[in-house]
């Protein structure tokens, strides 16, 4: 096995957030919905910019934001994600670097210019999102560095970057690596609307053992398995997956392997693990890279 040099290697969209103040009459205007995501292209985006007051940029992304999470909190991490040789792409490669993650994606020459996601703050606080995706959806398997994989003792993989071809050509190379490495393999499944789309593929992989972890909030989980009953998903996630965590909000998380139980509680309450044989199967993975403490 390649020595370790990272805990954790993530796989998505690098996004740019440019962020803004703004009023419920602009979100009129520009027939935004308050509170809401929407794709955009790259003409609209540099409408909406033309149009919206002075901004802040900082990188971001799901998996690049859950990276540098984790390296704030002392973890060793890199990040592969596509930007253009912009203005933008050189903001997101020094933020996440300055953030103490590596960071070493080559970036494009020609094409789409680096992604960002339009932030509109209200002053009740409710965010307006508007994504154009750009060079971010043109990250292609030559992308993955097989040493940097090889070194991550988990890789974590962006869901929503599951569209593109190449995109997840890249991610089933990276996964490859990783197990011939002895290595874990992470998926967050993102958002419902991305397991609405890719129901089957997602299942796949998590019932293939291409992915050992997975991450979930309750509204995937019941889009996964099309049930509105949590423990109806839950079951069936379980005799699917090695190893899972689900979010649910203010009712803390529930991890599990598929031979035991540990169930987070709500905030104030610190951490209970009960544990209970779902599975005789051996399918327990080879680490569960999840730790947990009492802050």
């Known amino acids: 096995m390649a020595a370790t040099r990272f805990d954790v290697l993530g796989i998505g969209n690098a996004i740019v957030d440019v962020i803004a103040r703004t009023d419920d009459a602009f979100l009129a205007k520009q027939k935004m919905r308050k ?56 903001v997101f490669a020094h933020d996440i670097r ?4 590596a960071f070493a994606t080559p970036p494009a020459s020609a094409g789409p210019s680096t992604a960002r996601c339009y932030v509109l703050v209200t002053p009740d606080g409710e965010r307006t999102m508007n994504t154009y995706l750009g060079a971010a959806q043109d990250l292609h398997p030559n ?29 089933l190379k990276a996964a490859k690596i990783a197990h011939d490495a002895d290595r874990d393999v992470a998926l967050t499944l993102s958002d419902a609307f991305c397991v609405d789309r890719y129901r089957a593929e997602f299942l796949d992989l998590i019932r293939a053992g291409t992915i050992d972890l997975v991450f979930a909030n309750e509204r995937e989980l019941h889009s996964l398995y099309e049930t509105a009953d949590f423990d109806t998903a839950l079951d069936a996630l379980r005799k699917d997956a090695r190893l899972a ?14 031979c035991e139980n540990a169930l987070a509680s709500g905030p104030g309450s610190g951490l209970t693990v009960a544990r209970r044989q779902t599975s005789g199967v051996g399918k327990t993975p080879r680490r569960s890279g999840i730790r947990a403490s009492r802050l």
């Open 35 to 90: 509170g809401t995501m929407r794709l955009i292209d790259e003409a609209q985006a540099a409408g909406l910019y033309d149009a919206m007051g002075p901004a802040v940029e900082v990188s971001g992304g799901s998996a690049a934001n859950t990276i540098v999470g984790a390296a704030s909190l002392g973890a060793r991490a890199a990040f592969i994600g596509k930007v253009k040789d912009d203005e933008l792409g050189r």
């Open 245 to 258: 965590v689900i979010t649910r909000s203010e009712r803390g998380c529930l991890i599990f392997e598929s």
């Open 98 to 101: 300055a953030a103490g993650v």
């Open 143 to 171: 992308d993955i560095d097989p040493d940097a994989i090889a070194a991550a003792q988990i890789i974590y993989l962006e869901g929503y970057l599951w569209d593109p071809p190449h995109a997840k050509e890249a991610f």
